[in-house]
């Protein structure tokens, strides 16, 4: 009943950029955080940035000055501006929202399905 898409992936040369959308909708009564994740094959997935209501955006090191995560709260929507893209920054990226949906429901992490970023040199 929650679904979240993403959208915006793609091929891009090393040095470019790409902006990531999320939108969450259903039955959703209050996004506690949301954020981005990615997994590379063979890899763990890891945490490239979120932003939980506070509005403290946590990014990984790697990314840091080079991505940057907004959130639309009236849209249910999360951001990923990615600029200075690299080789390594390559994988399938989940986003990710920490949401309630209802008043007596207790706060459980949703997942989108993915969108592919591969970054050429």
């Known amino acids: 009943q929650v679904q979240l898409v993403e959208s915006g992936g793609g091929l891009v040369q090393a040095g470019g950029s790409l902006r990531l959308s999320c939108v969450a909708s259903g039955s959703i009564f209050s996004i506690e955080a949301m954020g981005w994740y990615r997994q590379a094959p063979g890899k763990q997935r890891e945490l490239v940035a979120s932003?939980?209501?506070?509005?403290?955006?946590n990014y990984a090191d790697s990314v840091k000055g080079r991505f940057t995560i907004s959130r639309d709260n009236a849209e249910n929507t999360v951001y990923l501006q990615m600029n200075s893209l690299k080789p390594e920054d390559t994988a399938s990226y989940y986003c990710n929202a920490d949401l309630r949906m209802s008043l007596m429901s207790q706060s459980t992490a949703y997942w989108g399905r993915g969108t592919q970023v591969t970054v050429s040199s």
């Open positions: 932003i939980p209501n506070s509005g403290l955006k």
